[in-house]
């Protein structure tokens, strides 16, 4: 069985807010078993379990809170936690919103390994899917189905642009995320900036933190990190919110243009299929309602 684990000593970053243009600092901090994923602010004396019930908003980005926090864009770091295996941590946030660094995970990746992350003495549950969850509308699917190990498999498609298609199925393990995904950037198109800014949205964005699109060409003059840059962030940004479910989940999971609402909402309809899943600890149990406060990993 695997162990819950938490890292080995704190980590800090720093930066801008991609939707505030708020600069925030953040720290990582070791935490005790079932602590889970806590993220706390000093100046309020406030702190939170991160879950899905803590969801306040998914304007293009998931933001999570309560009657006294606040945080926004939290999906980049809880997908770092995730994939890094940590279960239990003290998040230390200075500021409104996590900062959007170079638009991947990448820099927040390499800080918490260079930490080191340390096994704890007591098991991790995880949820397994049993049975097939799918949910729809009608501008979007996920799934999530029965799989010897932790799947993605994200498709999107972008009408009469260049892009086209993008599909990628990711097998979840720590080395291929830190080299294959966590890279991966925002991004967005340049026909939305004006819109974005026009409603508060992105005061924080640049070429320095995101990738920007033309009907025909990438603005960045840089270029592309991978051909196919843009659906390894939205996988990236899907480790990061279905984390919220609370434990690891091991299953396959398949979007089709799905985003951070459909995504919860995706793991509000999981959570209530109890039938279609069991959580496996010391010995296999069926719960109900998973009221564990652990990172998908």
Not at 37 to 59: E, G, H, Q
Not at 111 to 125: D, F, N, Y
Not at 155 to 173: A, I, T
């Amino acid at each position: 069985m695997r162990s819950q684990r938490t890292i080995k000593e704190c980590v800090y970053f720093e930066g801008v807010g991609l939707h505030t243009g708020s600069y925030c600092k953040v720290t990582l901090h070791p935490a005790p078993v079932d602590t889970g994923i806590v993220f706390y602010r000093p100046c309020k004396k406030s702190s939170m379990v991160t879950n899905i019930s803590a969801v306040v908003d998914t304007t293009y980005a998931t933001t999570i809170g309560n009657d006294r926090l606040k945080v926004r864009t939290v999906e980049h770091l809880l997908a770092v936690i995730s994939a890094m295996g940590v279960s239990n941590l003290t998040i230390e946030v200075e500021g409104p919103e996590i900062p959007i660094l170079d638009g991947s995970a990448v820099e927040i990746a390499r800080l918490v390994m260079e930490a080191g992350v340390r096994k704890q003495k007591k098991v991790m549950p995880y949820i397994k899917i049993l049975r097939p969850i799918v949910m729809e509308d009608g501008h979007g699917k996920v799934a999530a189905y029965p799989f010897d190990g932790r799947k993605i498999t994200f498709r999107m498609f972008f009408k009469n642009h260049f892009l086209g298609e993008q599909l990628l199925s990711f097998d979840l393990d720590r080395g291929s995320f830190i080299n294959e995904i966590a890279p991966a950037r925002t991004f967005g198109f340049l026909r939305d900036v004006e819109y974005f800014r026009a409603n508060g949205l992105a005061k924080g964005g640049s070429l320095d933190n995101a990738v920007i699109f033309s009907e025909t060409s990438v603005i960045n003059e840089s270029g592309l990190r991978f051909k196919d840059e843009c659906v390894r962030h939205k996988i990236l940004d899907s480790i990061g919110d279905f984390s919220l479910v609370g434990l690891p989940i091991e299953g396959h999971i398949v979007a089709d243009k799905s985003g951070h609402t459909m995504n919860v909402k995706f793991i509000n309809k999981l959570l209530t299929c109890s039938d279609c899943w069991e959580v496996v600890s010391e010995q296999v149990e069926k719960a109900p309602y998973p009221v564990f406060s652990y990172s998908y990993s």
